[in-house]
């Protein structure tokens, strides 16, 4: 298959999603159209008092509690539920848990950990050149690769040679490096 051909369908299909993803952002206020979800900072932002307490005042006290543990780091969010519970005669800090909103930041800082950590061996992998530190479908298993300069060799004897954006190898692997990418035919 054309490389420019698979690149082209990639594109189209990121766009696609990219134009889904932003429009799914969006919501109207009674003044039109507004971007930002409903109960989002942008949405605070953007529409009146009277709409934010219309719309926290449809919630049930259970939609209230699920929008509260959400948002442990939106303090306009919490706001606006703690002003729903005292409305309806409640206490505003009823649903309020440092144990639970320390667990969920704790988390989330684990989660990004792990993300970045995920990145980093990608890039590490991509740096060192094709099938760094793992194996080829076809090829021998537990194949190491280093990287002097630009080439990087196997440990089974194979080297491959950058020159451009184009990666030659001894064992006749040819491959593109597009971006973080790198294709081989």
């Known amino acids: 298959m054309n490389i420019k051909k ?37 949405w605070f ?30 303090p306009t969010t919490r706001s606006a539920i703690s002003m729903e519970l005292e409305r309806r005669g409640l206490d505003g800090q009823m649903f309020y848990d440092p144990a639970a909103d320390y667990k969920r930041q704790a988390e989330a800082q684990e989660l990004g950990q792990a993300f970045s950590q995920a990145l980093q061996e990608v890039n590490r992998v991509n740096q060192a050149g094709p099938g760094a530190g793992t194996t080829n479908g076809s090829g021998p298993k537990n194949v190491t690769y280093q990287t002097i300069g630009n080439n990087t060799y196997g440990s089974d004897g194979t080297s491959y040679q950058t020159i451009g954006n184009t990666i030659y190898g001894s064992d006749g692997t040819m491959c593109q490096k597009i971006g973080n990418m790198t294709y081989c035919n």
């Open 45 to 74: 932002k953007r529409t009146s008092q009277a709409e934010q307490i219309a719309y926290f005042k449809s919630k049930s006290l259970q939609e209230l509690k699920s929008g509260w543990s959400k948002s442990y780091i939106h």
């Open 6 to 42: 698979v690149i082209n369908q990639c594109l189209v299909v990121l766009s696609m999603v990219f134009l889904i993803a932003s429009l799914s952002g969006c919501s109207t206020t009674s003044s039109g159209f507004g971007l930002g979800m409903v109960g989002s900072d942008a």
